[in-house]
């Protein structure tokens, strides 16, 4: 063992104190009693595992629609001038970096019965009864993708600018027309960034919580909601260790098959 | 400093320093004595040790055997901060955070100097590499040989006992690079500083050092003056490294007489006794036209150097020669035919 | 003519991505007693109102303290960490590694529950230096990431020329690497500041009676929408911009650690 190991070891303290033992020691309450019981209710009662899916379900959607809003905006970003790159940067970096509760309030005066959208629509006769946008599916989708967008954008603007200029300027000199280009050039070779975003705003959907709890009103119940309603309202901990330790494998398996899937692709 | 470089300059000696990095050993048993006020050159290819030899003696790397002493005494264990030595890097490694004059300052902030003194100390150094007046700048706002200039300051300034230069030039273009070299041996003779330049090229080998040690695959192949060097090299690598030659291997098939590979008998004079296996070497630009040991046939390759012609001739037994004259009159065309002929006394063998 | 598609598409991202930040602003400056937009008239009421209402006041010191506290001790656990990680070869480096960046993958709300149940045992429920440990777990990972980025590009030739210049590891450590690894820890001083100050959901377990600005927030959004939360959302984003300006200006690694 060597001598700068030692640097590290109050952060280990730390860590270990504070993370790993508190975790390891919350999941083993799910096995209360030596038996499987907590998980069997939680994948096996109808009611939760309603909750499983709508988790997956709406961290699917929100992975999607990241990736269609944000491939084309990390990819402007990385093939404009450095001024508009800056601007854009600017533009992804501030929502960020806001406070989470913030825009989600944001989105509460935007989405609201009585909010901008539904107002600004009334008022121009397109519709006479607001649309529910809130407290429901849709009030958290949009709340979420608003949220991850940024994750998505970033590993896709580095992607598209780790590519080099040189292979673009070639198959534009062998007379490939723009679309041509992306499809053939551009996509193929920025998949691993697209991959890296696209788990990134998968894994965090998962364990997402504020958003779904202010957006959702009740309705929208996700893991992360319902761990937090456990613990805090019915105090039933052995189930809520179960949840977590159900997202906590959740998290990793996916995290392990993207490495794996990472790895076998040919470097590019 | 001016005045205190020449004591303060000590003589460095290296004895069978030995380092491996798994199975390549980087040194193998290197053995060299640098003299009070002398300059070293230590040539090599890359990969050839000399780095690592640089870092033992600096005291970035132990050797796993062997010792480094100055003035005989033994810091082979001594960390770096403690060995007094001044060093140049390849990038130079200047501070980028701290102004021409705090670089230079350093050392000296290091060593409890009173300010006063360093002040003093930092403007003599500044005026030595002719940087006067360059104290406030950042190191990025000064070009490559000013960076290299503050360096240099910045490794004398505290009256080191042996100067390091590793592979200092590099980063120069060709003209500012021969204009340093002259500098930095001006200074360093000015100094009295014992100094061991490391260094690939080796023409800036020749141009700079008292003595050049040519190293390959960890061990060193030849410790010499700079002429006996390029006159009498101990061997093929030698020979090869240094300069353009043309080498051949034969016997020796009577006293001044050898037999190469092809047949080809060689006038030479040398002592070594017949019967035995010799490299020959001769130098390009020691050929005449005609003469004794001549060399017939097809010019091959021409080429015009400005100040000489560059042939390679193809003779009728197969050797090819590699030629220099001076350039006078037309340059020969390939395909003419040409006679030269070498002096026994131009030709070394070994 | 494709780019041109392309640049009208991502107007319209980007207006997605500011349209709430935006809609805030007008808000907070309305005269109406309830969230109404468009503002019926201008008034500086919410901000009035946060200003003088003591809890408002006593939860954003809270956040900011907790916060400070946070980056300083982040800081000084995750740098030496990171110059382990970069620079020791020891057993287990990868494993350290990955423990160090763990808490930004396990979700936020396993750790939070987790600690919960070792808080409620120690009773450490409503200290503020409990929120800062917890806090500083989630900005170990973006410490370590900024720092461990910083060692990698740095020019370790410098180090030996100061050591070969009579500098001790100390000395060297304090005049030559720190000052120039300085755009580093700001970024990750700064990271750490924000992680802790915009955090909602260890605060949401951890805070008790004691509340931080987010926790605070948080609550008045599930019981009522009163602009009053728009006034702070203004404040929060000048804040968080300034920050932003200030990694900007005198950090590195904004974009790289922001992933």
Redesign the interface.
Known sequence: MNRSFFPALPALVLLFFFFLFPVVRMLGFSLEGGSLDWYAKALGEGLYLRVFWNTFEIALLVTLFCLLLGYPLGFLMATTTPLWATVGFIFVLLPLWTSVLVRTYAWMVLLGRNGVFNRTLIDAGIITDPIPLLHNFTGVLIGMVHVLLPYMVLPVYGAVRRLDPAIVAAAEGLGASNWRIFWRIYLPLTLNGIFAGAVIVFVLSLGFFITPALLGGGRVIMIAVLIEQQVRETLNWPFAAALSAVLLVATFAVYALAQRFTRTEPAT | MASGGVEGSAELRIDGAAKRFGEVAALDGVSLQVARGELLTILGPSGSGKTTLLKVV???EKPDAGSVKIDGVEITAL?????????V???Y?L???LTVERNVA??LE??NVTKAEIARRVAEALALVELAGYEQRLPRQLSGGQQQRVALA??IV?NPRLLLLDEPFGALDRKLRETMQLEVRRLQRRLGLTTIFITHDQEEALVLSDRIAVMNKGTIQQIATTTEIYERPANDFVADFVGESNIFHGTMSGTGVVTLEGGRQLRVSTSAVPGKRVGVLMRPERFASGGINAFAGEVVESVYLGTSFKLRLACEDGLELLVRQPARGELPAPGARATFGIDPDAIHVF | MSRRLLVLACALIYLFLMLPLLVVFPISLSSAPYMQFPPPGFSWQWYERYLDDPQWIDATWRSLYIGVSTAILALALGVPLAFSLVRAKFLGRAFVERLALAPIIVPTIILSVAIYGIFAKLKLIGAWYGLVLAHTVLALPFVVLVMVAGLRDF?R??E?????????RW?TLR??TL??LRPSLVSAGLLAFISSFDEVVVALFLAGANMTLPKKMFDNILMEIDPTIAAVSVIQILLVSVVLVLIGRFGRGLSGSAR
């Open positions: 600096a005291g970035f960390p770096p901060a403690r060995r007094d030595i001044g060093m890097f390849q990038n490694a501070f980028p955070h350093f050392p290091m060593r910045r490794a505290f | 020019d030739a410098l030996q020329a100061a050591e070969g210049l009579g500098a001790g000395q005049r030559i000052p120039l």
